[in-house]
């Protein structure tokens, strides 16, 4: 294969592997919280609190490595190959460097965390517990994301597909043993998750040098590095910025759950572990367009670039939809899988019943902003971003201290950020603004 050659041009064959990848590692999250909520509601009611903290390095830093895919992707349509493992090199480094910087603030602040979030002291030994073991998997993830942004950029997703498939496999057996042999309780779960991200690290470093045989070399590299620098911070920057900010906003209206107790916390947790099907359909179509948008982009297919944007908002909507329906109806069955608690079930069907109308709004919201990066217009996403992120929070804290808030409240107040968020990213499309923008002929 040519060195910097696009495996395929096929929407479904880029997308199928990302999904099913995708849908393994929701499914590993499922299975992590199955056991959780197997040594207790409390326990996975206070990891559930805890996620935020975690999405803020498992978010951010595979969105800022996905920066690597944007940039080499354009750097390929343009045929710039000489800047395509400058970019590599230097998007694992900075990964890396993330994952490590992020691993070692939890372990320095693991005690302290809950607290600040408002957990009693019990709920924080379990939260501590927690974020002392799991901290070590950004050390393994930095090095694992850049590399499959190696395999992305050059169409090879069905590798990702299978080492994910592995990884599920080594997690499950991982978590059965140390759960249910050596009784390590929440730190079982946890260390079942870091051990299964430094496999995956060690086997997307075969597949890429081995495999793929893409060589690094260091002689001269950093004056080649630079050059590459300003559009890696132009995308990574803003992308960056958007999730890190929403993890910051999903900490602070966690402590808001957690002073409403156990059971608003569980519900919200379980009806949330229930949304991971669709998200992960919208982050594998948003990822599997990304590289076909930008290898466009960089070969100035503007016309094929909208029609793609267009076609995967549409399936996004429409799989986001059934799927709400269809857990909404058997939302008994669902959440039995985690609790037999008879109010936290109830509770739980109602904020599924929301899900109905801002799950829709949430994928096109995942492929705006995943599009609008990819093409050039990042500024647009992140200030729309920013905005709703933040202009949320005062308003939840004001209803919920004056007037008492419910997590069904809550979730309604949810539905509507993501509902107009979806409008606006519409129009920004629409617009065409986005065409004049683009690097590949920096």
């Not at 501590?128 to 090879?156: D, E, P, Q």
């Not at 947790?269 to 948008?293: C, D, K, P, V």
């Not at 729309?384 to 949320?392: A, D, P, S, T």
Request: proline share 2%; with cysteine.
């Amino acid at each position: 294969m040519e060195s910097n050659a696009l495996r395929t041009e096929n929407l479904f064959k880029l997308t199928w592997p990302i999904f099913l990848q995708n849908t393994t590692n929701s499914a590993v999250m499922f299975v992590d919280f199955v056991f959780f909520s197997y040594l207790s509601d409390t326990i996975a009611g206070t990891v559930g609190q805890l996620l935020p903290v975690f999405w803020m390095g498992a978010f951010v830093i595979p969105v800022f490595a996905g920066t690597g895919i944007s940039v080499a992707s354009q750097y390929m349509g343009a045929n710039r190959s000489e800047k395509v493992i400058p970019t590599y090199i230097l998007n694992l480094g900075l990964s890396a460097s993330l994952g490590t910087l992020y691993a070692g603030a939890l372990w320095i602040f693991s005690d302290e965390i809950g607290i600040w979030l408002g957990m009693s002291p019990s709920l924080n030994a379990i939260g501590s517990s927690y974020l002392s073991t799991i901290c070590f998997y950004f050390i393994f993830m930095g090095v694992m994301v850049a590399y499959n942004a190696i395999l992305s950029s050059k169409g090879m997703t069905h590798w990702l597909m299978y080492t994910s498939f592995a990884i599920a496999g080594v997690n499950l057996l991982l978590n059965s043993l140390f759960v249910f042999v050596f009784d390590w309780g929440v730190k079982g779960v946890s260390f079942a998750s870091v051990c299964s991200a430094a496999v995956s690290m060690a086997i997307g470093i075969w597949l890429v040098h081995r495999k793929l045989r893409v060589a690094f070399y260091l002689k001269g590299i950093w004056s080649e590095v630079v050059t590459v620098f300003r559009p890696m911070l132009r995308i990574g920057i803003p992308n960056v910025l958007e999730p890190f900010s929403y993890s910051v906003q999903q900490t602070i209206i966690s402590s808001f759950i957690i002073s409403m107790g156990v059971v608003s916390m569980a519900a919200h947790n379980y009806a949330g572990r229930m949304q991971m099907f669709q998200i992960s359909f919208g982050f594998s179509l948003a990822q599997a367009s990304q590289i076909l948008m930008a290898h466009w982009m960089g070969k100035r297919r503007f016309e094929d670039v909208n029609r793609l944007f267009w076609k995967v908002i549409s399936s996004a909507m429409a799989v986001a939809f059934i799927n709400c329906i269809l857990v909404w109806r058997y939302s008994d069955w669902f959440l039995s899988l985690f609790t037999d608690d008879p109010y936290i079930k109830e509770v739980g069907r109602s904020l599924l019943f929301i899900s109905i109308f801002f799950e829709p709004a949430r994928a096109v919201n995942i492929i705006g902003g995943f599009s609008l990066r990819t093409v050039g217009d990042a500024r647009f996403s992140l200030i729309v971003g920013m905005l709703f992120i933040w202009g949320i929070v005062p308003f939840i804290y004001g209803i919920n201290h004056f007037y008492g808030f419910t997590i069904v409240g809550m979730w309604v107040c949810f539905a509507a950020d993501e509902i107009i968020r979806c409008l606006i990213n519409l129009w920004r499309w629409q617009t065409g603004k986005w065409k004049a923008m683009g690097f590949g002929d920096d």
